[in-house]
Structures are given as structure tokens and as C-alpha cells.
């Protein structure tokens, strides 16, 4: 089966769509989309409440450029200060850059209407298929992607509804692999620290995983300290200052990835708090300069570089819609 066969069931939202789905002609619309010429409101008001239904997007290059002869893959991720996607992209390349294709990329600092953006400008350019992080999109934004007429793979989270495929692991299961690892070690005072959970859903996840798990247990998070959208040790050994300056009886506490748990581990070497013994500190993601630390860090290990492979390689094979689980792992360090 070729992968025109592969996408009958997604077939690309044709402006001729849009025009019967409407009952005006393709040059009204046309009109309406390049907003050149005359047209009433109400008709505008029409047209783009198609367009938004449908997922129809605009081809800047119709002619010159089919989307199965793309060299281009969009890649659309929410940041470059964390290492992770980094690892991300890495991983891609690996699969990407041998076989000929260039990536096209997008930051879009956890905002969703900001990734719609993006996505509805490099749809335009009619890539050979996409790689985005995470589940959650605007309407708007899922309804692009599904009627794209391309392979779509979501990355990093298999808790949710995958338009094609779906590359990740369980954020729900990592915060509850967290929070028993923690409550076996007798932890219950917990605090956590990480981003606001409008900001990073993936994060969000976790945090109910790890509170569900908690509950279970008899505990609970008993602080938290949410932060903005950057992520780093600075940020990480300001937030837990603050918290234990409000709960200082706290005996453990939950950080949403490495770079904000070594900002706590600096913040307890600098004030003489001893870890594990006064408290206990835990990460997540792995990262070298967590097992580097003095004291290596206690996380869970993603495997970030060999989603962002795996996903490459899936967008360039054809098949069904399908969800693939990369484990995690659980690192065992000296700070729990």
C-alpha cells in the first residue's frame, strides 16, 4: 500500500469543498481568503466559519510543490530552554537528514493558539509530514493536522486522542511512578515545584498522576510553587527558597524536570540542608547535569532522543493510525 492509498481515509479539504459546503463559488471564496476584492461580512463570516470547520488551509505553492514530493517536515515543539526537546530534534535528525528531508522549525512557549499559527503557516508550505509535541491543540489546530493529507506523529504523551500517531509514554504513570517511589521511602510532607499547569499540559498530567497516587498513600502535595514557562536551575533554587521559607517541615519534594531540581539541590548545598536526610529531592527527565550533580539526582529517565526517532521514521512509512509506548525509566540517585 502506498501512502497516497495510506491517506484516502484523510484526504487533503479541497477550496472546492469549502465552496460547496458554503453554496458559493470557488472565486467568492478565493476572494474571501485572500481578502482582495468585494464581498459582504456575512459572506466572510460564512466562508471562514468553513474554513474552521473543515481544517481547510490555504496552498501558497499549489502547482509547484505536491505534498508528496515534500523534502520538508515541520517539526513544532514548546521550547529550546529545556533540553528536552532539543534531545527531541536530535533524535529526528538521526532519521531525517540521511534519507534527504529538511526540517522546518517552530517554538511555541507552551501557548496553543500560538502553535496554531504556526502550524496553519508551515501547512501552507505543504510538508512531507509533521512531528509535534504533545496532544493538546486548538480545534482548529487538530482539525489541520487530521485533514493535512500528511503523516502526523505526537511525541512525548500517550494520554489523550492522537490524530495519527502517537509516540511517547504515560505522563499520568510517570508521576505515579514518582510519588510511589517517594511514599515507599516513608515521604509524606511533599512539595512540588513546577510550571503553571495552563503553561505545560504534559506537566499537569504528571502532577495528577502523582497527587492520585499520594492520596492513595494517606498524603497528599502539601505545597506547591508554580512557576512561568522557563525552565532552569535558577528558576528551580529560587522556588524552593520561597517554599521552604513559607513550610520549612517539608521532608520531600517533586520537581517538574531536572533542570528545576538541581536549582533545589543548589539551593540546599548553599544553606546547609542535608539531602536526603532533611529532605529529599526529585526530578524527572534524566538529564546529564542531574546524574553529574555532587550528589546524583533522583528522576526518571525519559527516552526523549529515541521518541523523536522513532516518530521520524513513522511519519515516512505507511500504514494505519497507531500508539507507540517508549518506556521510562526510574533512576535511583542520591537525593531521595
Known amino acids: 500500500m502506498d501512502q497516497d492509498d495510506d491517506h484516502k481515509h484523510r484526504n487533503e479539504v479541497t477550496l472546492r469543498e469549502v465552496s460547496a459546503a ?9 476572494r474571501v481568503l485572500r481578502n482582495h476584492g468585494s464581498f459582504s461580512q456575512a459572506t466572510r463570516d460564512r466562508v471562514m466559519k468553513a474554513v474552521e470547520e473543515l481544517g481547510y488551509v490555504p496552498n501558497r505553492i499549489a502547482g509547484t510543490l505536491a505534498s508528496s514530493g515534500s523534502n520538508l517536515v515541520g517539526i513544532v515543539i514548546p521550547s529550546l530552554h529545556n533540553i528536552v526537546f532539543p534531545d527531541l ?20 512557549d507552551y501557548d496553543l493558539d ?17 512531528l509535534v ?6 480545534p482548529r489546530t487538530r482539525a489541520m493536522l487530521k485533514n493535512s493529507g500528511v503523516r502526523i506523529a505526537e511525541l512525548l504523551d500517550t494520554d ?3 490524530i495519527d500517531i502517537v509516540v511517547g509514554f504515560s505522563q499520568r504513570e510517570a508521576g505515579a511512578v514518582s510519588a510511589r517511589h517517594l511514599v515507599e521511602r516513608g515521604y509524606r510532607r511533599i512539595g512540588y515545584v513546577g510550571p503553571q499547569f495552563a503553561c505545560d499540559p504534559r506537566a499537569r498530567k504528571r502532577f495528577a498522576g502523582f497527587s492520585e497516587v499520594l492520596a492513595e498513600a494517606g498524603a497528599s502535595v502539601v505545597e506547591t510553587e508554580l512557576i512561568g514557562r522557563t525552565s532552569s536551575t535558577e528558576a528551580g533554587r529560587a522556588a524552593l527558597e520561597r517554599m521552604l521559607a513559607r513550610t520549612p517541615d517539608l521532608d520531600a ?14 539551593h540546599c548545598f548553599a544553606n546547609g540542608i542535608s539531602v536526603p536526610s532533611q529532605l529529599a529531592i526529585m526530578g524527572f527527565n534524566g538529564l546529564d547535569i542531574g546524574r553529574f550533580a555532587p550528589q546524583p539526582l533522583t528522576t526518571l529517565r525519559t527516552p526523549r532522543t529515541e521518541i523523536g526517532e522513532i516518530g521520524a521514521r513513522m511519519v515516512m512509512e505507511p500504514g494505519g493510525a497507531k500508539v ?7 533512576v535511583r540517585g542520591a537525593t531521595t
Do not use: C
Not at 458554503?22 to 478565493?30: C, N, Q
Not at 519534594?253 to 543548589?266: H, I, M, Q, T
Open 114 to 130: 500560538q502553535e496554531q499559527k504556526v502550524i496553519q503557516s508551515m501547512l501552507a508550505w505543504r510538508p512531507g509530514a509533521f
Open 133 to 138: 509535541a504533545g496532544l493538546e491543540h486548538t
Open 324 to 330: 507507540v509506548d517508549v518506556p521510562f525509566e526510574l
Open 160 to 162: 489523550g486522542e492522537g
Open 22 to 30: 458554503v453554496g458559493l463559488g470557488m472565486s467568492t471564496i478565493s
Open 253 to 266: 519534594v517533586y520537581f517538574s524536570n531536572d533542570d528545576f531540581a538541581v536549582g533545589g539541590l543548589f
Open 89 to 108: 530534534l536530535s533524535g529526528a535528525a538521526v532519521t531525517l537528514d540521511p534519507i534527504g528531508f529538511q526540517t522546518v522549525i517552530a517554538v511555541t
